[in-house]
């Protein structure tokens, strides 16, 4: 495994206003699991790109070798013909085409122009055996879940004679039961002599599976590590990544201490939803819970547990069908049928999905930050645009938002940024209640960091925070309490000096609650 199956050598790249990669060195051994760190902005997924060739020879300055020999890769289809294969973090799927006609898809099986779907099929079925799917491939992408079709797109490089994959943030939207699988298929192709890449935050899977780990930096080399060598921890790589130890993960938080500080904001009682197709299945089931103002609640539950339902019902009823139960603000009954309703009662929801539902990729800052507060720059129906401006450089000053201009393309920030701009969008609208959907997911630790110091902030200062995390750390590191659910419902309450990683995850895998131990940490 000494034999450098990749050399990447002095790598620079430039985009208008930005130098995204400068003199970056990389080197990769023949069936190494090798990791890509560093905060978002650092260059990662740039680097990837220009070595499967969708930045092509030419747009960069350096040389890449692989197996010894120089490559100049004009597109992604060259880089594939030598055994190089990306898989982005967004996957690139047909959702109603079949398993088997993504996997070949660009690359059919067809004999004088006409597609063979005998050996299409065929073919099909014997990777995906390889990659561990059990679904037949004439079964539509569509119909089956994320971590599935992820597995699709690793089949898909197989049946390209893969010989170097490349995994930009594979695990970030699956389960943990998918993840484990999906890491564990990248140790099994290690032993068959593939060599892989993988982009990743989560420390503690990449410390699971990689045999090296390359640091970046502000689009430089910082160091690489061997696991050989004892050098490889969650410390050292953080350390590396962001230029300096973080003692503490979490920020101290000044406790609120206003005259309504202990006052219940927000109480959701008996609030029952179902599903909005399955009209006869509940996705939230009764539930009851409640956050007093300073305070950080927490939300935890495994995957379908329905916490992001519980949020979106309860946000201007965004999600679900024959909703039920109250919502109570100060102790009076609000309605909260519509967002604009729930906006107007101080409710921000920010949402899980930022690409989909937080932002406007195809606009810039400035208009993305005063979106749920319009009437705030407006006069007589016209939009002030010095006023605008002005809100949202402030805000890019205050959150760190690293952007040349309010007026740079929120689709060309990296995830961190992004997530700074979507909390600065709720917080311009000056809410009371805050629910955050997973604030942090699919960004780097100094960024993460960054937005639990902004959340301590609005506690501090009295307001009311819904914290809904998979990531049970982050949970037990923020919050005062934490509730939990499992199937819909409300399983546990479990306040800060009470709650573990392992009680957590009892009551998370609860079949029925356990009105006892539920009550236990009220």
């Known amino acids: 495994m000494d034999r450098p199956v990749l050399e990447m050598r002095s790598i620079s790249k430039t985009f208008p206003g930005v130098k995204a990669l400068s003199d970056v060195t990389l080197s990769v051994a023949q069936g190494e699991v090798h990791a890509i760190c560093g905060e978002n902005g650092a260059g990662k997924s740039t680097l990837m790109k220009v070595l499967s060739g969708v930045y092509p020879h030419g747009s ?25 294969v990306i898989i982005h973090q967004e996957l690139a799927l047909v959702p109603y085409l079949s398993i088997a006609e993504n996997i070949f898809l660009g690359n059919e099986k067809s004999h004088r122009g006409v597609i063979s779907w005998n050996e299409t099929l065929t073919h099909a079925k014997a990777l995906l055996k390889r990659v561990g799917l059990p679904d037949l491939p004439t079964t539509r992408v569509v119909d089956i879940g994320v971590g599935k079709q992820q597995l699709v797109e690793i089949a898909k ?13 594979p695990t970030a939207a699956l389960n943990d039961e998918d993840s484990a699988k999906l890491l564990d298929l990248i140790l099994e192709f290690k032993e068959h002599g593939i ?19 390359t640091i970046l930096r502000d689009g430089k080399t910082i160091e690489t590590l061997k696991v050989s060598g004892g050098e490889l921890n969650e410390d050292r790589i953080i350390r590396g990544m962001v230029g300096r130890d973080l003692e503490h993960r979490f920020p101290e938080r000044e406790p609120y201490t206003g005259e309504n500080a202990g006052d219940v904001a927000l109480s959701v009682e008996d609030w029952t939803v179902h599903h909005p197709i399955d009209q006869q299945r509940k996705v939230v089931d009764g539930v009851s819970v409640n956050v007093r103002r300073g305070e950080i609640v927490g939300l935890a539950g495994l995957m379908g547990a329905g916490r992001t339902e519980l949020a979106m019902s309860v946000f201007g009823r965004s999600y679900g069908r024959n909703i039920s139960g109250k919502v109570v603000k100060d102790g009076q009954e609000i309605r909260t049928r519509t967002v604009p309703e729930a906006i107007g009662h101080g409710i921000a929801y920010v949402t899980e999905d930022r690409k989909h539902y937080g932002l406007n990729l195809i606009d810039n800052i400035n208009r993305n930050i005063s979106l749920a507060a319009l009437e705030k720059v407006t006069r007589r129906g016209v939009i002030n645009a010095h006023e605008e401006s002005k809100v949202a450089e402030s805000f890019r000053k205050s959150m760190n938002i690293k952007a040349p201009t309010v007026f740079e393309g929120v689709g060309k920030l990296s995830g961190g940024n992004q997530q700074k701009v979507v909390l600065s969008k709720w917080i311009f609208s000056e809410p009371e209640i805050l629910i955050l959907d997973e604030p ?19 506690a501090a200062e009295g307001k009311a925070v819904v914290f809904i995390s998979s990531e049970l750390p982050e949970l037990l590191g923020m919050c005062d309490r934490i509730y939990t659910m499992s199937a819909g419902r409300l399983t546990g309450e479990i306040t800060r000096q009470d709650a573990t990683q392992e ?8 079949d029925r609650p356990n009105h006892e131990e539920a009550g236990a940490g009220a």
């Open 60 to 84: 960069y300055e350096g040389d890449i070798l692989f197996e010894g020999e120089p490559c100049e890769f004009k597109d992604t289809t060259a880089s594939e013909s030598r055994g190089i």
């Open 157 to 169: 490089a197989l049946s390209k004679e893969v010989k170097l994959l490349i995994l930009d943030e």
């Open 195 to 213: 060599s892989c890449i993988i982009i990743s935050h989560k420390l503690n899977e990449i410390t699971r599976v990689a045999d090296s780990v």
């Open 440 to 458: 942090t997911r699919g960004i780097d630790i100094g960024a993460k960091y960054e937005i639990y110091t902004v959340i301590n902030k609005l």
């Open 503 to 510: 009680l957590l995850m009892r009551h998370m895998t609860m």
